[in-house]
């Protein structure tokens, strides 16, 4: 059957996705109306959230329906909407694993500035990311993220005057 | 129509300014670069580079940007015509009859027309924009708070709207960014959203979340993917090409004109921009060229207007910018990050008080098209080479260069961290479908809606409807806010009806 290809490939995050954001928009629109001291404090907030958690109600709702088992989901072939939706169907997994390191990969070279300084936590990030990102050859990617780190410090430091904080350079 | 004095005074800071000269070759390398390397973007351009403007005055920081915008415009054809993989997303329909032109033998001649329709199409954009902009700006001065509102909302719906995913994930991605925008300490003095986090009193930096959105959620999602081409010929290109290409799209001033037209028009509404005036200007090229059935096959006009339309976009999207503060798309956002960077607020009274400097950017703007023409020329040499770009290398490079540009603009590590953050988010909102330009657009506008929000509140009294329904430029936006949501409101339900009924069908023929 043509659905179960899809069903399979549909990742969970599509739902937990605007639910964990229906989980924030409701807690910050119930923090900011119980601190709030008169209207003007909730006037935008309280609305304008209660309005993005019906959106995304709807849309986690779309999205459960397209999760359902092929037998339910016939019974309930009639309300089923198209919702020319642009999600990805989990065929792309091992390119989203790609990403999904690289972002653990940026984030640790960001939280790693502030001990080893912009120079040495730039080299690293740079052969390391080059190294992800399939080029196997450790020379090459030396090469590439000593000279590429060195003149981007230099640049922020010497023609822009940022006070980067370095270990080395 | 224009002020003479003004446009004295802008000539005058113009001309006195040389420093506002300097960025602009610079600015349209990077643009060309950025546009030219397929996956590259002109909003990744103009975000990370966003913070090197800090150090300049706000008219060299714009020309600075807009160069980039400018540049990048011309930079998406490139790798378009030369490999039929549209370097921007508003490069899509030139690829439509470029490529056929470079598979043909004709890159040369592709590239040329492509440049002058650029240029011309920045030119008129701009032109049709110092034209207008003063009467824009008088009738923009009679708007009030509650109009302002309804504006604002207009812009973020059209944004949230007009995008190529559902009409509830634009809305809820719209709405996020609105809510980002509450974090911090409210103008009337209440902390809000900030964890406790003394770092967040501020609310969060709009710039590196900017960049964050734009840049690293895109960059993120490059990650693994190589554009691979085959194509050794492409690089040997010949000046009397170009030049023929040139004089070819010189020789059709009224496609040209229309293509130009249709962009600054399409260009002028919030959410619409550059990728589709360069669609709808090929669609109507097509629609009233002789030879229709040429199109696709390597037709010149079908080429011609495509780019034009593209680039003369640009100068309609800044009177949306200049004259109401609404960004229309991700790179006018960047440009309303710049302003607010320089203590700038666009606006109605942003062209009554300072006609001087918006004249003295239009015909920046204007100079910068024709130096383009140039600048442009010299890259086409290079492009062959440049388009075969190592993304493997870029995209790490180019991040280094956001989180260093987000530390410059905070002084802390705020600004890397925001980046992190809201480069993850939006990496996600791609993935599941949300638009993220509606989160930017939302982050940027939603504290002019507040503001007009409470505004209309304090002013009416405590009763809003009874104010609003007296006050009629209010009631005629709201008329047209709805005239224009309502027909994708309609399309919308329509396919999903169509889908129901197909559903319906199919279910009942299955066993």
């Known amino acids: ?169 | 129509m224009i002020s003479i004095e003004a446009l004295q005074s802008a000539v005058a800071m113009l001309t006195g300014n040389p420093v506002a000269w300097l960025v602009v070759p610079p600015g349209l390398i990077i643009g060309l670069f950025f546009g030219a390397i397929p996956g590259l973007s002109i909003s990744i351009a103009m975000a990370v580079f966003l913070p090197i403007t800090l150090y300049m005055d706000f008219l060299p920081a714009i020309l600075f940007l807009t160069a980039i915008f400018t540049g990048g415009g011309f930079g998406g054809a490139i790798p378009a015509i030369l490999l039929n993989i549209p370097g921007t997303s508003s490069s899509v329909a030139t690829a439509f009859d470029g490529y056929p032109m470079a598979r043909q033998g004709r890159h040369g001649e592709a590239l040329g027309i492509g440049l002058v329709s650029s240029v011309l199409g920045t030119l008129i954009g701009y032109m049709l924009l110092l034209l207008s902009v003063q009467t824009v700006a008088h009738w923009v001065l009679k708007l009030g708070p509650t109009e302002m509102l309804v504006v604002a909302i207009w812009g973020i719906m059209l944004i949230a709207i007009l995008n190529d995913s559902t009409i509830s994930k634009g809305i809820a991605a719209g709405i996020f960014g609105i809510l980002i925008s509450t974090i911090g300490y409210s103008d009337a003095g209440l902390m809000r959203g900030t964890f406790g986090s003394m770092y967040l009193l501020d609310g969060i930096p709009v710039i590196p979340a900017l960049i964050g959105f734009f840049a690293a959620s895109e960059l993120f999602n490059l990650v693994g993917k190589q554009y691979i081409v085959e194509d050794r010929e492409l690089r040997v290109v010949k000046f009397r090409n170009i030049v023929d290409g040139m004089r070819q799209a010189l020789s059709k001033p009224l496609e040209l004109a229309r293509g130009s037209v249709m962009g600054t028009v399409i260009g002028a509404i919030p959410g619409v921009g550059a990728s589709i005036a360069n669609l709808a200007a090929y669609a109507v090229a097509k629609q009233r060229s002789d030879n229709p059935e040429q199109f696709g096959k390597g037709a010149r006009s079908g080429l011609l207007a495509a780019e034009s339309a593209n680039s003369s976009s640009e100068g309609g999207s800044m009177i949306t910018l200049l004259a109401l503060g609404l960004p229309g798309g991700a790179g006018t956002a960047v440009l309303l990050g710049a302003f607010a960077m320089h203590n700038v607020t666009g606006g109605p009274r942003f062209i009554a008080e300072n006609t001087g400097l918006v004249y003295a950017l239009i015909l920046g703007n204007m100079a910068q098209a024709l130096l383009m023409l140039v600048v442009g020329c010299g890259f086409i040499f290079l492009a062959g080479y440049i388009v075969k770009l190592s993304l493997k290398h870029m995209i790490p490079l180019v991040l280094v260069l956001s989180v260093m540009g987000a530390y410059t603009i905070t002084g802390n590590m705020v600004g890397p961290i925001t980046i992190v953050v809201t480069g993850i988010i939006g990496w996600l909102m791609r993935r599941y479908g949300f638009p993220v330009a509606a989160t930017v657009v939302g982050m940027l506008v939603g504290g002019i809606a507040e503001g007009e929000l409470v505004r209309s509140l304090q002013l009416s009294g405590g009763n809003i409807i009874g104010f609003v329904a007296d006050r009629p430029i209010t009631l005629v936006l709201l008329a047209l806010m709805l005239l224009s949501i309502l027909p994708r409101l309609f399309s919308y339900l329509r396919k999903r009806r169509q889908a129901r009924t197909k559903r319906f069908n199919s279910t009942q023929e299955l066993p």
């Open chain 1, 1 to 169: 059957m043509p659905y179960n290809k899809s069903i399979k490939g549909i990742p969970a995050g599509r739902i937990l996705f605007p639910v964990i954001l229906i989980v924030i928009f409701i807690l910050y629109g119930v923090d900011i109306y119980t601190k709030a001291r008169n209207i003007t404090d909730w006037l935008l907030i309280v609305p304008v959230a209660a309005i993005g958690v019906v959106a995304l109600t709807f849309i986690a709702l779309g999205a459960l329906r397209d999760m359902l088992p092929p037998l339910k989901r016939q019974s309930h072939g009639a309300d089923r909407a198209d919702h020319e939706d642009p999600a990805p169907s989990g065929k792309d997994a091992p390119q989203a694993l790609l990403a999904v390191l690289f972002m653990v990969l940026l984030t640790v070279y960001v939280f790693s500035i502030p001990y080893i300084g912009f120079d040495v936590s730039t080299f690293l990030f740079l052969c390391l990311a080059l190294r992800l990102q399939g080029e196997n050859s450790w020379l090459k990617n030396i090469i590439f993220g000593f000279s590429s780190s060195i003149v981007v410090v230099m640049i922020f430091v010497n023609l822009l005057g940022v006070r980067l904080y370095t270990l080395v350079l």
